[in-house]
C-alpha cells in the first residue's frame, strides 16, 4: 500500500468513488444482459455487514445486523426475473413482469467501494474506519436522485439504499420504531383487537 | 365440435354467477346448470399463503393466472377473469344501497327511479348476507332499517378503530363498522375464522367469502357443471322466435373453438363489460345493434360512483399494520333533504400508515442512517394518520358507454369492448357543490378533532361499475325487466351489476348479488 494512498484526503477518495459509480452504467447494461443474476460472494456479505453496521440502528446488535444481511441475500437469491405482478385496481393495462434482478447492478457498485477502498490504502471497504464508511455511504445516497423516500423492495439502483429498504421496510422495524410489536402483516385472532399492541420485548 | 345441452347456462363465474348456481341447485334440484367461463379456476387455497408471500415480499400477482392476455377492455377497472372473477379480490366489504338510490325520480327528480321496491330488494340483501356469510353491526339509523340481523356478529374494532371513532364522533358524525364478507364465527358457510392478516384481497386463511367456495362445494356435490376457459363469444337466436337457442363458445387453450351449450334459458352473469359486450357481439340480421338491443341501450348508462378522499394528521397514537382494512362507515349522508342542493354520499374511516413510515432525509433534507432515522421516525409516530373518503351518487348520461372497438381484438377477432364513463348534465352542474361539500365536511372532521387535514384528491375513474344493460319497465329505454329477463328475448337473463340503472353511493357488490338472487328466484319459476 502506498503511503499517499494511506493519506489520500477525503475530498480526493469522494472524487475517485463518483467517478467509479458515473464508469458503472455500461457495466451494469452488460449485467442486465444475464439471464441469472449473479450472487453475491461471501467478500460481498461481509462488505453489505459493514454497511449495515453504519445505516442500520444499533438496537439490532451485530448479531440482528447479520440477520438482515442474510435475509437480504435471501430475498435477492429467490428473486424471479419476469414474474408475472398482474394488474392494479382501477387500471385496464397489465403491470410490467418483473425486470431484471437488482442483483445484476450490484458487483459494480460493490467494485466502486472495493476500488475507493483501496485507494483509500484499506485492504477492503470493510476494513476501512467507520467515519470513512460512513462518509462513503453518504456520498452514495446524496448522489441518488429523488428525496426522502426509501425504496419499497430493492431496484438496484442503489445497494445502500436498498439495504436500508429492505430492512426499515420490514415489519420489525415497524415494530422497533413504534417501540411495540404490530408485527405488520402477521396473522392473528380477532381476539384482543381492541387492544394496543404489545410493548416490544414483552413476551 | 362438443355440443352441451342443460336447462340452464350461465355464463360467466364470478360472484353473481355463484349466487344464481347455488340458488338454481336449491330451487330446481333437478335442472342441469352449467356455469361458462372464460377464465381459470384457481381453486388453490393451499397456495394462497405462499401467493400472499410473493405478493407482500416481492409485488408479484397475488392470484397468479387469473385473467386472459388478449381479453381486455379499455376502461375496465380489473382484468380479473377466472372462476370467481373480481370477486377473488375483493375487500369483502358488504355495504347495502338506501332506498334513495332506487327512487331518485321520485325525491329528487334525477336520472330514474328503479322498478324494485325497496322493501323487495331488502328481502334479498338479507339473502345475500346469509349466502355471502356477513358480519356486520346494525346501522343506528332508523332509515337503515333491516328485517334481520346481520348473520354473524360485527368484526371487532381494532385499537387504532376504537380512537378513531372517538375522535371522528367529535365532529358529530356517528360511525360503526363496516360490514364485511369475512368470518367472525369458524365454520360460517365451511370457511375460516378471520385471522386479520392485513391481505384481504387474497385471504390466506379462507375467512373472506370468494366464490371459489360456493362452485367447489356445488361441484363438489354435483350440482352443477363448471366448463371454465371457455369463452362465450356469441349467442344464436332461434331461427323463427326471438328465444335465444345457443352459446357459441371456443376453449381458450385452443383444443376447440366450436363449442355450442343448448338451454332453456340463459344467464348472462359475466359482469357490468362483458355482459353488455357479448350481447353487442351477437348482433345478427334480425338485430343488427345486438342481441337485446332493439332499444339500442345495451352499452348504455354505464354507472358507478366518483370519490372525494383525503388523509388527517390526528393527534392520537395509533399502530398501523394490525387489520388496516377494516374500517368505519356512516350512512348520514347516504339521505340529502330535497330542499338542500343534492350530494348523497358514504363516509368512510380507516387507519393510515401514510406519513407513519421510515425515511431517509429529515425534514430540513438531512440524510438520515441507523439510529438518526429511527429517531425521526419515532417522532412521526407520536401522531396518528386517518384516511377519508366519500363514495359520491354521480348519474350516468345515456352517452355514458361500452362500445365495441373495432382496432382491438382477441385472437379470434372479435371486437374487444371500450368503456368511456360520461355522467350526465345534472352530475356536471354539480360538480362544484359537491367539492365544496367535502372539502368543508372534511375540513370539519379535523378541525373537531384537532387533526391537520391533508390535500383533497379525486378518485379518477367510476368505482364498483355497473349498468350497461339497465333494468326498467319501459322496453324503449332499458335493456330488461327488474328480474334481469330482456324484454327482447324471453329466456335470456342478464343479472347483477349491468342491470342497475344507478351506480349507488357506496360499494356495489352486495347490491349486484341481492339483483341476482331477485333474478335466480324468476328464473326458476320458468
Given at each position: 500500500?502506498?503511503?499517499?494512498?494511506?493519506?489520500?484526503?477525503?475530498?480526493?477518495?469522494?472524487?475517485?468513488?463518483?467517478?467509479?459509480?458515473?464508469?458503472?452504467?455500461?457495466?451494469?447494461?452488460?449485467?442486465?444482459?444475464?439471464?441469472?443474476?449473479?450472487?453475491?460472494?461471501?467478500?460481498?456479505v461481509a462488505t453489505l455487514e459493514s454497511i449495515a453496521e453504519i445505516v442500520l440502528p444499533s438496537d439490532l446488535g451485530v448479531d440482528g445486523r447479520k440477520r438482515v444481511v442474510v435475509a437480504f441475500v435471501t430475498w435477492?437469491?429467490?428473486?424471479?426475473?419476469?414474474?408475472?405482478?398482474?394488474?392494479?385496481?382501477?387500471?385496464?393495462?397489465?403491470?410490467?413482469?418483473?425486470?431484471?434482478?437488482?442483483?445484476?447492478?450490484?458487483?459494480?457498485?460493490?467494485?466502486?467501494?472495493?476500488?475507493?477502498?483501496?485507494?483509500?490504502?484499506?485492504?477492503?471497504?470493510a476494513?476501512l474506519p467507520a467515519d470513512?464508511r460512513r462518509a462513503q455511504i453518504e456520498?452514495s445516497l446524496?448522489?441518488?436522485?429523488?428525496?426522502a423516500r426509501l425504496p419499497a423492495r430493492p431496484?438496484?439502483?442503489?445497494l445502500i439504499a436498498d439495504l436500508m429498504g429492505f430492512y426499515f421496510n420490514s415489519a420489525d422495524a415497524w415494530n422497533l420504531a413504534y417501540r411495540a410489536r404490530i408485527d405488520r402483516d402477521s396473522?392473528?385472532?380477532?381476539?384482543?383487537?381492541?387492544?394496543p399492541p404489545a410493548p416490544l420485548g414483552s413476551p | 365440435?362438443?355440443?352441451?345441452?342443460?336447462?340452464?347456462?350461465?355464463?360467466?363465474?364470478?360472484?353473481?354467477?355463484?349466487?344464481?348456481?347455488?340458488?338454481?341447485?336449491?330451487?330446481?334440484?333437478?335442472?342441469?346448470?352449467?356455469?361458462?367461463?372464460?377464465?381459470?379456476?384457481?381453486?388453490?387455497?393451499?397456495?394462497?399463503?405462499?401467493?400472499?408471500?410473493?405478493?407482500?415480499d416481492?409485488?408479484?400477482?397475488?392470484?397468479?393466472?387469473?385473467?386472459?392476455?388478449?381479453?381486455?377492455?379499455?376502461?375496465?377497472?380489473?382484468?380479473?377473469?377466472?372462476?370467481?372473477?373480481?370477486?377473488?379480490?375483493?375487500?369483502?366489504?358488504?355495504?347495502?344501497?338506501?332506498?334513495?338510490?332506487?327512487?331518485?325520480?321520485?325525491?329528487?327528480?334525477?336520472?330514474?327511479?328503479?322498478?324494485?321496491?325497496?322493501?323487495?330488494?331488502?328481502?334479498?340483501?338479507?339473502?345475500?348476507?346469509?349466502?355471502?356469510?356477513?358480519?356486520?353491526?346494525?346501522?343506528?339509523?332508523?332509515?337503515?332499517?333491516?328485517?334481520?340481523?346481520?348473520?354473524?356478529?360485527?368484526?371487532?374494532?381494532?385499537?387504532?378503530?376504537?380512537?378513531?371513532?372517538?375522535?371522528?364522533?367529535?365532529?358529530?358524525?356517528?360511525?360503526?363498522?363496516?360490514?364485511?364478507?369475512?368470518?367472525?364465527?369458524?365454520?360460517?358457510?365451511?370457511?375460516?375464522?378471520?385471522?386479520?392478516?392485513?391481505?384481504?384481497?387474497?385471504?390466506?386463511?379462507?375467512?373472506?367469502?370468494?366464490?371459489?367456495?360456493?362452485?367447489?362445494?356445488?361441484?363438489?356435490?354435483?350440482?352443477?357443471?363448471?366448463?371454465?376457459?371457455?369463452?362465450?363469444?356469441?349467442?344464436?337466436?332461434?331461427?323463427?322466435?326471438?328465444?335465444?337457442?345457443?352459446?357459441?363458445?371456443?376453449?381458450?387453450?385452443?383444443?376447440?373453438?366450436?363449442?355450442?351449450?343448448?338451454?332453456?334459458?340463459?344467464?348472462?352473469?359475466?359482469?357490468?363489460?362483458?355482459?353488455?359486450?357479448?350481447?353487442?357481439?351477437?348482433?345478427?340480421?334480425?338485430?343488427?345493434?345486438?342481441?337485446?338491443?332493439?332499444?339500442?341501450?345495451?352499452?348504455?348508462?354505464?354507472?358507478?360512483?366518483?370519490?372525494?378522499?383525503?388523509?388527517?394528521?390526528?393527534?392520537?397514537k395509533l399502530y398501523p399494520g394490525m387489520?388496516?382494512?377494516?374500517?368505519?362507515?356512516?350512512?348520514?349522508?347516504?339521505?340529502?333533504?330535497?330542499?338542500?342542493?343534492?350530494?348523497?354520499?358514504?363516509?368512510?374511516?380507516?387507519?393510515?400508515a401514510?406519513g407513519r413510515g421510515p425515511q431517509l432525509r429529515d425534514a430540513?433534507?438531512k440524510l438520515l442512517l441507523g439510529d438518526e432515522l429511527i429517531a425521526d421516525w419515532r417522532n412521526r409516530t407520536t401522531r396518528g394518520?386517518?384516511?377519508?373518503?366519500?363514495?359520491?351518487?354521480?348519474?350516468?348520461?345515456?352517452?355514458?358507454?361500452?362500445?365495441?372497438?373495432?382496432?382491438?381484438?382477441?385472437?379470434?377477432?372479435?371486437?374487444?369492448?371500450?368503456?368511456?364513463?360520461?355522467?350526465?348534465?345534472?352530475?356536471?352542474?354539480?360538480?362544484?357543490?359537491?367539492?365544496?361539500?367535502?372539502?368543508?365536511?372534511?375540513?370539519?372532521?379535523?378541525?373537531?378533532?384537532?387533526?391537520?387535514?391533508?390535500?383533497?384528491?379525486?378518485?379518477?375513474?367510476?368505482?364498483?361499475?355497473?349498468?350497461?344493460?339497465?333494468?326498467?319497465?319501459?322496453?324503449?329505454?332499458?335493456?330488461?325487466?327488474?328480474?334481469?329477463?330482456?324484454?327482447?328475448?324471453?329466456?335470456?337473463?342478464?343479472?347483477?351489476?349491468?342491470?342497475?340503472?344507478?351506480?349507488?353511493?357506496?360499494?356495489?357488490?352486495?347490491?349486484?348479488?341481492?339483483?341476482?338472487?331477485?333474478?335466480?328466484?324468476?328464473?326458476?319459476?320458468?
Amino acid at each position: 500500500m502506498l503511503e499517499s494512498q494511506k493519506h489520500m484526503n477525503r475530498r480526493t477518495w469522494l472524487w475517485s468513488f463518483v467517478t467509479a459509480l458515473l464508469a458503472a452504467p455500461l457495466r451494469r447494461l452488460r449485467a442486465f444482459a444475464r439471464v441469472q443474476a449473479p450472487a453475491l460472494a461471501s467478500a460481498d456479505v461481509a462488505t453489505l455487514e459493514s454497511i449495515a453496521e453504519i445505516v442500520l440502528p444499533s438496537d439490532l446488535g451485530v448479531d440482528g445486523r447479520k440477520r438482515v444481511v442474510v435475509a437480504f441475500v435471501t430475498w435477492i437469491k429467490d428473486y424471479k426475473e419476469g414474474a408475472d405482478r398482474g394488474y392494479g385496481y382501477g387500471a385496464s393495462t397489465l403491470s410490467a413482469p418483473a425486470g431484471p434482478s437488482p442483483a445484476g447492478r450490484y458487483p459494480d457498485q460493490l467494485a466502486a467501494f472495493e476500488a475507493t477502498a483501496r485507494s483509500k490504502g484499506a485492504a477492503s471497504f470493510a476494513a476501512l474506519p467507520a467515519d470513512v464508511r460512513r462518509a462513503q455511504i453518504e456520498a452514495s445516497l446524496g448522489s441518488m436522485p429523488g428525496g426522502a423516500r426509501l425504496p419499497a423492495r430493492p431496484t438496484g439502483a442503489n445497494l445502500i439504499a436498498d439495504l436500508m429498504g429492505f430492512y426499515f421496510n420490514s415489519a420489525d422495524a415497524w415494530n422497533l420504531a413504534y417501540r411495540a410489536r404490530i408485527d405488520r402483516d402477521s396473522c392473528r385472532a380477532l381476539a384482543g383487537s381492541e387492544q394496543p399492541p404489545a410493548p416490544l420485548g414483552s413476551p | 365440435m362438443a355440443r352441451y345441452e342443460a336447462d340452464v347456462v350461465v355464463i360467466g363465474g364470478g360472484i353473481t354467477a355463484a349466487m344464481v348456481a347455488e340458488k338454481l341447485a336449491e330451487l330446481r334440484p333437478s335442472w342441469s346448470v352449467i356455469v361458462v367461463e372464460a377464465g381459470k379456476r384457481v381453486f388453490d387455497n393451499e397456495k394462497r399463503f405462499e401467493y400472499r408471500k410473493r405478493n407482500l415480499d416481492y409485488g408479484e400477482h397475488i392470484w397468479p393466472g387469473d385473467y386472459i392476455t388478449d381479453q381486455a377492455a379499455r376502461g375496465v377497472i380489473s382484468r380479473a377473469m377466472a372462476v370467481g372473477g373480481s370477486a377473488l379480490h375483493w375487500g369483502g366489504v358488504c355495504n347495502r344501497f338506501s332506498e334513495e338510490d332506487t327512487r331518485l325520480r321520485s325525491l329528487y327528480g334525477l336520472a330514474v327511479d328503479w322498478p324494485i321496491e325497496w322493501r323487495d330488494l331488502e328481502k334479498f340483501y338479507c339473502e345475500a348476507e346469509r349466502r355471502v356469510g356477513v358480519s356486520g353491526e346494525a346501522s343506528p339509523l332508523p332509515e337503515d332499517w333491516r328485517s334481520e340481523p346481520y348473520p354473524m356478529p360485527a368484526m371487532p374494532m381494532t385499537y387504532n378503530l376504537l380512537q378513531i371513532k372517538s375522535w371522528g364522533e367529535q365532529s358529530g358524525v356517528k360511525f360503526w363498522t363496516t360490514p364485511q364478507a369475512k368470518n367472525t364465527v369458524a365454520g360460517y358457510g365451511g370457511r375460516n375464522i378471520c385471522l386479520r392478516c392485513n391481505t384481504c384481497e387474497i385471504c390466506p386463511t379462507g375467512a373472506r367469502y370468494s366464490p371459489d367456495w360456493t362452485f367447489k362445494r356445488l361441484l363438489a356435490e354435483k350440482k352443477i357443471q363448471l366448463h371454465d376457459q371457455t369463452l362465450v363469444r356469441k349467442l344464436v337466436l332461434d331461427d323463427k322466435t326471438t328465444r335465444i337457442a345457443a352459446a357459441q363458445a371456443a376453449r381458450e387453450d385452443g383444443s376447440d373453438n366450436d363449442v355450442e351449450y343448448r338451454a332453456r334459458t340463459f344467464v348472462l352473469a359475466s359482469g357490468y363489460c362483458w355482459s353488455p359486450h357479448l350481447l353487442l357481439l351477437s348482433a345478427n340480421s334480425r338485430f343488427p345493434a345486438g342481441l337485446a338491443n332493439s332499444s339500442d341501450h345495451v352499452g348504455r348508462y354505464m354507472t358507478g360512483h366518483l370519490a372525494y378522499q383525503t388523509t388527517i394528521d390526528v393527534n392520537l397514537k395509533l399502530y398501523p399494520g394490525m387489520n388496516e382494512q377494516h374500517s368505519l362507515i356512516s350512512r348520514q349522508f347516504f339521505r340529502c333533504r330535497t330542499d338542500q342542493p343534492y350530494v348523497r354520499h358514504d363516509l368512510r374511516l380507516w387507519e393510515s400508515a401514510g406519513g407513519r413510515g421510515p425515511q431517509l432525509r429529515d425534514a430540513a433534507g438531512k440524510l438520515l442512517l441507523g439510529d438518526e432515522l429511527i429517531a425521526d421516525w419515532r417522532n412521526r409516530t407520536t401522531r396518528g394518520t386517518v384516511r377519508v373518503r366519500g363514495y359520491f351518487d354521480v348519474h350516468p348520461d345515456k352517452d355514458s358507454r361500452l362500445t365495441l372497438d373495432s382496432a382491438t381484438k382477441n385472437r379470434w377477432g372479435d371486437a374487444l369492448p371500450a368503456i368511456r364513463h360520461q355522467v350526465d348534465a345534472a352530475t356536471r352542474s354539480r360538480d362544484a357543490q359537491t367539492r365544496e361539500h367535502f372539502q368543508t365536511l372534511f375540513a370539519s372532521l379535523a378541525k373537531a378533532g384537532d387533526g391537520r387535514m391533508g390535500g383533497m384528491n379525486a378518485l379518477n375513474y367510476q368505482d364498483h361499475p355497473g349498468g350497461g344493460c339497465r333494468m326498467g319497465t319501459d322496453p324503449a329505454t332499458s335493456v330488461v325487466n327488474s328480474f334481469g329477463r330482456t324484454h327482447d328475448h324471453e329466456n335470456l337473463f342478464v343479472v347483477g351489476s349491468p342491470t342497475i340503472p344507478t351506480g349507488g353511493c357506496t360499494n356495489g357488490t352486495l347490491t349486484f348479488v341481492a339483483l341476482a338472487l331477485r333474478s335466480t328466484a324468476e328464473i326458476a319459476k320458468n
